[in-house]
């Protein structure tokens, strides 16, 4: 227990210490005469004071690397600074705190010396080492005498351990007296002049020099000399270790990261604050702080400034902290080292000839081509860990690597496409034999990943074209396109024989069969067996279908792509939520590359071991993982890349599988085909069945319809528009939007004016995934659909302006993308003559300046069905009703009328279920559309 000082004590301590530092002042000047006074706004009496001033008052010597004496060799050598008992002073100051006197008299120092021997004995450090290097001092910042301490002092056989004590001692008084705990005798022998040079003192003081100097009535000269202390990287922070000065606290707390640590009786800034603090510090005379390694970029040329805080030459203590890290591919040209601070590291650094330190990251970075120097460099060092680039990233940059590549883009040379077809190497887009030749120079192996809707089909046949010889050809695609891919080859490669196009419907076709054999995901998996002798040219289409590795699908084409000599992805989206994803894109493709998932997951994926085994499911390096994939094995272009190249519209037709008809409405089909050719029939007869005919054939497109949507949604198209005609068909887009619930919307002739908008602004401003399900009549107008690009038809409509009119919900001002239109046309249906029908409308009305000439030529297959007499004759009938202005309306009432289950289940479906659109509504829309052939966007 400690008592209070009496008002007489603390008296009678204020009186000795005004003396002492009277002395001390004296003898400053006396010493000092010669040189001018450095220093007239010597430190502010209303300095804010250092927050360790309550109870850290005492000196406080921490060494922060014993091994550091194997640096002695290297210090300024000083005669004196060993001389045994040279200074009455510096024995004193070293005494051991039972010797000290106490300011407090009911003080009794604690037993327990709790720093004592942490520092080695400094005669036993090496002649001449800076003392506040070998032990990293770390002196009480709030003491006022530091500054004065810059007179040279001799330091003679001192040890750390007393000096330990006396903090120990210190601290222990201060706070258990509640008043400041010092000795004037003490302080005053401590401020005696060292020899050294160099700032030891840390004990504390609780007033400003100022202040001193005010009631002394002593003017006391600024400090002159040097004070010399260093930054130390702390993490994110830095940390500064210098004597107390007031003018650089008053530095330090007017910087805003600042930080106090009583224990250490240090403050630490981030690394924001460094430039800044500097700067202020090249300001006050006699201060010198030796930069922060590494930290060149926070400041300019701090070391290199001015000379006043030029490095101090002194020998940077080595760190014994072990560091670990990685390297990380930052370009094609550089690698980054992802390591914590290290000073032995950031020498090694510094000898690389492409050094460059990022201030952002605070990294530093070189070219590949210096990478074996450095990692054989870095083994040297036994504290540093610095894990290499993954064997892949070597294989793929080895051109960086062994400095025969330097360029930031890879280049790609011009491919020779003599061989094949001219009509489809004429018609590339400039991106897309761009795409053509990426591909050649990966010798046919690749992710073509360019945005939805920017030609993957064309770029993929060219390039399988190109390895012709090496067919015959397999093309893996969604069920719902395979007949789309048969049309856009006898589209694009006349030269080959539509006969030789194998598509295969049924698990019982054979898949090998043709020259180009197009199947299913789900068939590929049932057909497995039938892949012997393997494909040597392989088209994934939509590969991210293959992202899971645990499905059957996945696990029947991964074999077959490993041996494959070309391997053609494609996806727009080849992963939609993690990089884990990307895994056995990236495995069909470059097989050697990740062979183990685990590899992949530990770099790219952020994996971490949980309880129940590996997360995979983050993320981490993507950066890198960009780069690799650019290098090797992907190529992507967004729309936005190239949308000069592009169309502001794209139409595709989309042929849907006929074998989703079923054997019902394929009868049903038939025989209104069948009335519609019989003779004797009134024109009236033949008009009821053509309109049963559409309906027929509404019914029959259903499923197809749905998995087209469905396939859409899993290919993560996140917004589009599905107009459809007949009620019967949006009932069932409905209804299996909610089952699998997916956000949708749906406008139709029963939706009300203000209902209509309210739904247009929720699918606007939907975030996620959103379909518009709409009736092609009732919502093909006055509403914007823009937040969405793409279009689905789900079923035709014989007036191609209201078709038009449809796809400009979403082709319209606010739209800065090019919009994808798909038309889903039925083989069997009145999509037959619909097609053709309104291909030759809008072909007419493009002759006379009416419509867009390119409708057709940027269509798959106008021509894709062939009429025979009894098709010319339906043709023929679909024709004269659907052009002749007046018949419309008659024809779709008399669809109203009509009863689809009448005939065969007896379900009876009135207008409502038949068709999306309330009669009244129809004869407004169908005249008013034409305008639209005109209206410009
Ligand atoms: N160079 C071209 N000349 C003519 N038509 C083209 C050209 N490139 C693309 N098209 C047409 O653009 C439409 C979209 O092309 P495609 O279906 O290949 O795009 P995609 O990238 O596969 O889109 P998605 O990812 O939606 O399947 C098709 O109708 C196609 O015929």
Not at 351 to 371: A, C
Request: charged content about 25%; overall charge positive; proline content about 7%.
């Amino acid at each position: 227990m400690s008592l209070p000082l009496t008002e007489e004590q603390r008296k009678k301590i204020e009186a000795n210490r005004q003396k002492a530092l009277a002395r001390r002042a004296e003898k400053l000047l006396a010493e000092q005469h010669q040189k001018p006074a450095q220093s007239k706004q010597g430190p502010s009496q209303n300095l804010p004071r250092d927050p360790s001033k309550s109870g850290s008052h005492g000196i406080f010597f921490k060494q922060q690397n014993p091994s550091s004496s194997s640096h002695g060799d290297q210090r300024p050598q000083n005669p004196h600074s060993f001389s045994p008992n040279t200074s009455e002073q510096a024995k004193g100051m070293w005494q051991r705190p039972e010797e000290m006197p106490t300011a407090c008299p009911s003080y009794r120092p604690p037993n327990q010396v709790t720093v004592a021997g942490i520092s080695p004995p400094l005669a036993n450090s090496p002649p001449g080492v800076p003392s506040q290097q070998l032990w990293g001092c770390e002196l009480g910042q709030g003491h006022p005498q530091a500054s004065l301490e810059t007179q040279s002092t001799p330091f003679a056989n001192t040890t750390h351990e007393p000096l330990a004590k006396v903090k120990n001692f210190q601290e222990t008084a201060a706070s258990s007296c509640g008043q400041p705990p010092r000795d004037p005798e003490l302080e005053a022998r401590m401020a005696r002049p060292s020899t050294s040079g160099q700032n030891i003192s840390g004990s504390v003081m609780p007033r400003t020099e100022g202040r001193l100097q005010q009631k002394a009535g002593t003017p006391l000269h600024r400090v002159v000399g040097s004070q010399q202390g260093r930054c130390i990287r702390n993490g994110e922070r830095f940390q500064v270790k210098i004597g107390y000065n007031e003018a650089l606290i008053a530095v330090f707390k007017s910087l805003p990261s600042r930080s106090y640590d009583p224990a250490t009786k240090t403050w630490n800034f981030s690394m924001t604050d460094y430039g800044p603090l500097m700067k202020a510090a090249q300001r006050l005379p006699g201060i010198t702080l030796q930069p922060l390694e590494g930290a060149e970029g926070h400041m300019e040329s701090p070391s290199t400034s001015s000379g006043i805080i030029a490095k101090t030459g002194l020998p940077a203590a080595p760190s014994l902290a072990f560091v670990k890290g990685q390297c990380v591919l930052i370009s094609r040209a550089r690698f980054e080292a992802d390591i914590s601070y290290s000073e032995d590291l950031i020498a090694l650094f510094k000898q690389m000839d492409s050094r460059k330190y990022d201030v952002k990251t605070r990294k530093w970075s070189f070219l590949l081509e210096e990478y074996s120097k450095l990692m054989e460099r870095v083994r040297g060092l036994p504290q540093v860990q610095l894990d290499p680039l993954p064997k892949t990233l070597t294989l793929a940059f080895a051109a960086q690597l062994q400095k025969t590549s330097l360029s930031p883009v890879a280049d790609i040379p011009e491919a020779d496409l003599s061989r094949v077809d001219s009509k489809l190497v004429s018609s590339l887009l400039p991106f897309q034999r761009a795409g053509v030749n990426f591909a050649i120079a990966q010798r046919g192996r690749l992710l073509l990943a360019d945005d939805m809707g920017l030609g993957k089909t064309i770029q993929a046949i060219c390039i399988a074209a190109y390895y012709r010889k090496e067919w015959p050809l397999l093309v893996v695609v969604p069920s719902s396109v395979r007949f789309t891919w048969e049309q856009a080859f006898c589209r694009w490669l006349p030269s080959l024989n539509p006969l030789d196009i194998n598509v295969v419907v049924t698990g019982k076709d054979r898949l090998t069969d043709g020259l180009v054999n197009i199947v299913s995901f789900d068939l590929l998996s049932k057909l497995e067996k039938q892949l012997k002798p393997p494909f040597k040219v392989v088209i994934i289409d939509e590969s991210h279908f293959l992202k899971n590795i645990k499905t059957a699908r996945c696990r029947a084409a991964m074999p077959l792509l490993k041996v494959a000599k070309r391997v053609i992805l494609l996806s727009g989206t080849p992963a939609m939520s993690r990089p884990a994803e990307l895994y056995t894109q990236i495995l069909a493709v470059r097989p050697t590359f990740f062979p183990q998932f685990h590899a992949f997951g530990l770099r790219y994926c952020g994996a971490k071991r949980q309880p129940w085994g590996w997360d995979y499911s983050g993320s981490s390096n993507l950066g890198e993982l960009k780069l690799l994939l650019e290098e090797a094995v992907m190529l992507r272009r967004l729309k936005g890349d190239v949308l000069s190249q592009l169309p502001a519209k794209q139409r595709k037709m989309v042929v849907v599988a006929p074998g989703q008809i079923n054997a019902r409405t394929r009868a049903a089909l038939d025989a209104a085909a069948k009335e519609m050719t019989t003779k004797d029939k009134t024109k009236q007869q033949q008009k009821e069945a053509l309109i049963l005919f559409f309906n027929r054939t509404a019914e029959a497109k259903i499923p197809s319809i749905i998995e087209y949507i469905l396939d859409l949604l899993e290919s993560g198209r996140e917004k589009f528009l599905v107009f459809a005609h007949h009620k019967v068909v949006l009932d069932a887009i409905t209804k299996e939007l909610e089952r699998k619930r997916v956000q949708h919307i749906r406008i139709d002739g029963s939706t009300s004016s203000a209902d209509r908008e309210d739904l247009c602004q929720q699918f606007q401003l939907s975030p996620g995934p959103a379909v518009a399900v709409l009736s092609i009549t009732a919502a093909n107008m006055g509403l914007t659909f823009s937040s969405a690009d793409l279009v689905v038809f789900g079923e035709l409509f014989w007036n191609p302006g209201v078709l038009m009119q449809a796809e400009d919900r979403v082709h319209r001002i606010g739209q800065l993308s090019s919009v994808s239109i798909h038309y889903l046309v039925a083989r069997g249906t009145a999509d037959d003559y619909l097609w053709p029908l309104i291909q030759e409308k809008i072909k007419v009305l493009g002759e006379a300046g009416l419509s867009e000439t390119n409708f057709s030529e940027m269509t798959e297959a106008t021509d894709y069905f062939s009429k025979d007499s009894k098709q010319q004759k339906i043709y023929n009938l679909f024709q004269k009703s659907f052009e002749e202005d007046g018949n419309d309306m008659e024809l779709l009432e008399a669809a109203e009328s009509f009863d689809p289950g009448s005939q065969d289940t007896g379900d009876k479906l009135d207008e409502s279920t038949l068709t999306g659109s309330p009669v009244k509504k129809k004869r407004f829309e169908f005249f008013d559309n034409w305008d639209s052939f005109t209206s410009p966007l």
